[in-house]
């Protein structure tokens, strides 16, 4: 799918990924890139939390939701572009996971990373909208596999011990990719206690989209204070995508 070129007032052209119903999915102009920061900040941190900014901000391509109707920012994402395994040191990731092994990874590879939504905006058609943007930047750019940092609120493991069992029980990485331990504080995940249906009440919505294509995780959350939240290393091999879960992605972005 080919991203088709829109102009806003000021005759400044930015890149459509795509529109459905009353959303729409773009790339954003630099001058846009705080607005994105000013909502992660407020998801992160709470109303009156400062806006959220990092280094890999500037390395970084960001993708807008917007509610066409309201004329509001309602979700974002940013994503690094790697042209293969090897690349995959410089990404987010890399600074809290041991990713070595998956520098053998042959082919383009896509990180995801700050993705949010505008506290109190609960519409599934943004998440699915975020999706199909994801999706068609897969298909044009032909990435093989997607990976990030999947993160749960707070930074008590004991809360998410269902999940985590649930995690290391079904959906550990394959042995090939299986990805080390690097940053200072971080938490193995149990091995008993995995009840299904508790775990997915506690499994944040993009992880349970990742897990549902196929995904995959590391063997142990990594405590970030900063961000108050513990994080799990997640990705997917594009090519293990169920192909009905495929066919649903590529319908919404076709």
């Known amino acids: 799918m080919q991203a088709r070129p ?15 119903g009353r959303y729409r999915a773009r790339h954003a102009v630099p001058d846009e890139i705080p607005a994105a920061q000013a909502l992660r900040g407020q ?4 109303p009156d939390g400062p806006p959220d ?15 066409t109707a309201e004329s509001a920012l309602v979700a ?15 990404s987010y990731s890399a ?11 042959d082919g383009p590879a896509m990180e995801l990373g700050r993705f949010c939504l505008r506290p109190g905006s609960n519409d599934p058609d943004i998440l699915r909208l975020a999706w199909a943007a994801i999706t ?8 093989r596999l997607l990976f990030g940092c999947a993160s749960f609120a707070g930074t008590n493991p004991e809360r998410y011990a269902p999940a985590f069992a649930h995690l290391r029980g079904r959906h550990l990485a394959p042995e090939a990719w299986r ?3 690097k940053a200072p504080e971080r938490v193995g995940f149990p091995q008993t206690g995995a009840d299904a249906r508790a775990a997915m009440r506690l499994i944040p919505p993009l992880l349970r989209t990742y897990l549902g294509m196929g995904g995959w995780v590391s063997d142990h959350a990594v405590v970030d204070r900063e961000m108050n939240t513990l994080h799990v290393f997640t990705a997917v091999e594009v090519a293990a995508i169920p192909p009905a879960r495929a066919r649903a992605l590529r319908a919404i972005a076709g």
Request: glycine share 10%; hydrophobic share 40%.
């Open 53 to 67: 900014i990092d280094r890999f901000d500037s390395l970084c391509r960001h993708v807008l939701i917007e509610d």
């Open 6 to 20: 829109s102009t806003d007032a000021a005759g400044t052209e930015r890149s459509e990924l795509l529109r459905r």
């Open 43 to 46: 998801a992160f941190f709470g």
């Open 95 to 105: 600074q809290y996971y041991d990713l070595h092994r998956l520098a053998a990874f």
């Open 179 to 181: 990805v080390g331990e």
């Open 136 to 143: 068609a930047l897969v298909d044009r750019g032909g990435a």
């Open 76 to 90: 974002c994402f940013r994503y690094l572009w790697l042209g293969d395994g090897a690349a995959i040191t410089d």
